[in-house]
Nanobody
Framework: QVQLMESGGGLVQAGESLRLSCTASGSIFRIGIMRWYRQTPGKQRELVATVTSDGTTTYADSLKARFTISRDSRKNTTYLQMTSLEPEDTAVYSC??????????????WGQGTQVTVSS
């Protein structure tokens, strides 16, 4: 069994920064692509950023100037550094990961999410 656990959310003021973490635990052979999403009530879930196992990153166009995704393979942890936060960034942030249990078998897992609230 594999679990993804997010942490680092909270309440901040506009202009401040936060770093979210997503740690995978359990029966892991290796970790493939990792993704951060966010969702606010009444809106569609938005893909924020992705990072592959070789470190290649992609971002939502509107966020690439302020958000940075990274990973530490030794810790099975993926990070989302968010700077210059705006009230519009308020959302539940969730991570998703492609976890390989063997060299050829994998499944996508989701964390439960962490709330980020940005006050004006």
């Amino acid at each position: 069994q594999v679990q993804l656990m997010e942490s680092g959310g909270g309440l901040v003021q506009a202009g401040e920064s936060l770093r979210l973490s997503c740690t995978a635990s359990g029966s892991i052979f290796r970790i493939g692509i990792m993704r951060w999403y966010r969702q606010t009530p009444g809106k569609q879930r938005e893909l924020v950023a992705t990072v592959t196992s070789d470190g290649t990153t992609t971002y939502a166009d509107s966020l690439k100037a302020r958000f940075t995704i990274s990973r530490d393979s030794r810790k099975n942890t993926t990070y989302l550094q968010m700077t210059s936060l705006e009230p519009e960034d308020t959302a539940v942030y969730s991570c998703s990961g492609r976890i390989f249990a063997t060299p050829t078998t994998w499944r996508d897992y989701w964390g439960q999410g962490t709330q980020v609230t940005v006050s004006s």
